[in-house]
């Protein structure tokens, strides 16, 4: 059960990693989308106990918001 969670951890990373890269690339700097997404890859990082990652990600969200 827990190769199963932290494979699905790892496949969401990448997936919003991916999703801010390219919204980074085509999206306005202060768009809602990139803190929403910056905001989910912090909470899932929290979980993780990585919580410098987590703070830089959340921190750039709020900054937006």
Request: glycine share 4%.
């Amino acid at each position: 059960l827990m190769h199963m969670r932290l494979h699905r951890d790892a496949e969401a990373e990448q997936e919003l990693r991916a999703a801010l890269a390219l919204y980074e690339r085509s999206l306005p700097p202060d768009h809602p989308e990139l803190a929403i997404t910056l905001n989910g890859l912090a909470q899932l990082l929290s979980g993780q106990d990585r919580d410098a990652e987590a703070e830089a990600a959340a921190t750039r969200a709020l900054a937006i918001f």
